[in-house]
């Protein structure tokens, strides 16, 4: 049974950065598809970006790009998400999931069969 477990969350000043650490256990993370995702109060959790478990291919939520890193270290078990210039509206709870399926990456939470307990990001004016 996967396990996950994200750390890196806290509060930061806008304009700040963070990088978020997802450490799976009970299984190999190198045969799981990775995503992170987010969910303010309030709102509906969201894709932000997801990683192919060879970590050759990654997908964005367009909005994201441009700030937003997502990598993985198979031998560590590990992915991160590096992220920069952080806003008010980036404060939620970050999560990441892991799915089985490995031909794509999945655009939804249906997709994604374990998940972490999440992370609080809270943004400082």
């Known amino acids: 049974q996967m396990q996950l477990v994200e750390s890196g969350g806290g509060l930061v000043q806008a304009g700040g950065s963070l990088s978020l650490s997802c450490i799976a256990s009970?299984?190999?993370?190198?045969?799981?598809?990775m995503a992170w995702f987010r969910q303010a109060p309030g709102k509906e959790r969201e894709l932000l970006t997801a990683?192919?478990?060879?970590?050759?291919?990654?997908s964005y939520l367009t909005s994201m790009k441009a700030r937003f890193t997502v990598s993985r270290n198979n031998d560590y078990n590990t992915v991160y998400l590096q992220m920069n210039r952080l806003q008010g509206e980036d404060a939620a709870v970050y999560y990441c999931?892991?799915?089985?399926?490995?031909?794509?990456?999945?655009?939804?939470?249906?997709?994604?069969?374990?998940w972490g307990q999440g992370t609080q990001v809270a943004v400082s004016s």
């Open positions: 999931a892991a799915s089985a399926q490995r031909s794509r990456l999945g655009r939804s939470a249906s997709d994604y069969e374990y």
């Open positions: 009970g299984d190999t993370l190198s045969t799981y598809t």
């Open positions: 990683i192919s478990y060879h970590g050759t291919t990654t």
